[in-house]
């Protein structure tokens, strides 16, 4: 029910816009979120917006990453900048029942099969 796209290879400094669109159900009112995982290492939390467009990100990508959702194409979108190579991961976006925010994968009830990120440098 979630597809992602706009994957690939970059090199270091470069940018790619990430987009993850809903089929079937709405999400509108559910709170999304872009997770990513390395080879060898955990799911982790990315960036976040609630249906108001109210924004959350890790620390890791403040300043360089702004996520986006446009509720009328049922789309978010993650727009990364700057980019280094410790952002190479599948990036995975994923939707709550709920409104709110949430950071733990565990929280997220529906998930994309993910898209791959590769920054060399």
């Known amino acids: 029910q979630l597809v992602e796209s706009g994957g690939g290879l970059v090199q270091t400094g470069g940018s790619l816009r990430l987009s993850c669109a809903a089929s079937?159900?709405?999400?509108?009112?559910?709170?999304v979120g872009w997770f990513r995982q390395a080879p060898g290492k955990e799911r982790e939390f990315v960036a976040g917006?609630?249906?108001?467009?109210?924004?959350v990100y890790a620390d890791s990508v403040k300043g360089r990453f702004t996520i986006s959702r446009d509720n009328a194409k049922k789309s978010v979108y993650l727009q990364m900048n700057s980019l280094k190579p410790e952002d190479t991961a599948v990036y995975y976006c994923?939707?709550?029942?709920?409104?709110?925010?949430?950071?733990?994968?565990?929280?997220?009830?529906?998930w994309g099969q993910g898209t791959q990120v590769t920054v060399s440098s």
């Open positions: 917006i609630s249906w108001g467009g109210i924004a």
């Open positions: 994923a939707a709550r029942l709920y409104t709110v925010y949430a950071a733990s994968p565990r929280n997220y009830d529906y």
């Open positions: 079937g159900r709405t999400f509108t009112n559910n709170f």
